[in-house]
């Protein structure tokens, strides 16, 4: 029979780890503690890493937000944008053509889809980030007690 053992994680460094775009450090949380915490890349660090990949059990390392993730919420965002000009002026920009600008410098003209965009990145990786929980068994305590009132 599986133990719930219960360890305070902060969301926030949590979140805050799992959409760092720094290529230069792995995160890792620390499921005894809760702590989270980086490793630099660098090769300097195979003996860090070699003694976390040892205990694995102990360490679960936080997948990095990569480009593949930020391109599939800004897909989803133009796919739900009504007006044209902003629409062609979003997927030029997402292509690459020219002239092309951020999608958040573009977005900071248009304040109202600029809020939308916020929103919705903030629903996918807070769903992302509930996802990567769940398949590493890491459960917040509202769903602990949840999954206690339903036998």
């Given amino acids: 029979m599986a133990t719930i053992r219960s360890v305070e994680i902060s969301w926030e460094d949590l979140l805050g780890a799992f959409t760092s775009g720094q290529l230069d450090k792995a995160y890792y949380l620390d499921k005894l503690t809760g702590e989270i915490f980086s490793v630099p890349s660098t090769s300097d660090s195979s003996e860090v890493r070699e003694q976390l990949e040892s205990n694995g059990e102990r360490f679960l390392e936080i997948p990095p937000f990569d480009y593949r993730s930020e391109r599939q919420i800004v897909t989803d965002f133009i796919s739900q944008i009504t007006e044209p000009d902003l629409k062609i002026l979003l997927c030029s920009s997402l292509a690459g053509r020219k002239p092309y ?37 890491l459960y917040t305590a509202d769903t602990v007690l949840q999954g206690m009132k339903h036998p």
């Fill in 101 to 137: 600008g951020k999608i958040e410098d573009i977005l900071s003209f248009y304040p109202h889809e600029e809020e939308r965009f916020a929103l919705l990145k903030d629903q996918f990786l807070s769903n992302r980030l509930k996802i990567w929980m769940e398949e590493n068994n």
